[in-house]
């Protein structure tokens, strides 16, 4: 079993920064923290950024250039630093975490709204 768990979201104004982080817990051998994906209000969820490669993150064009993954190995956890924010990135925020042979396991999710 993992779980994944994703303190970090809230209220912040536009121009404003936030980060969000999410910590995998239990069964976390072979798993990889991979990616962050979003949802708004009456929308798809759609890909943030996602890591392919171990030096190679793929970033969503609308945050492109404001949105950074950050990993910390040692804790399990990994961080989306989002800055810039704008009132169109509000949406519940989800982490992704894969493995080879186990598939595909999400967060919780995370409100973030953006103010104008």
């Known amino acids: 079993q993992v779980q994944l768990v994703e303190p970090g979201g809230g209220l912040v104004q536009a121009g404003g920064s936030l980060r969000l982080s999410c910590a995998a817990s239990g069964s976390t051998s072979s798993i990889n923290l991979n990616g962050w994906y979003r949802q708004a209000p009456g929308k798809q969820r759609e890909l943030v950024a996602i890591?392919?490669?171990?030096?190679?993150?793929n970033y969503a064009d609308s945050v492109k250039g404001r949105f950074t993954i950050s990993r910390d190995n040692t804790k399990n956890t990994m961080y989306l630093q989002m800055n810039s924010l704008k009132p169109e990135d509000t949406a519940v925020y989800y982490c992704r975490a894969w493995s080879a042979d186990r598939g595909i396991f999400w967060g919780q999710g995370t409100q973030v709204t953006v103010s104008s």
């Open positions: 890591t392919v490669t171990s030096t190679t993150t």
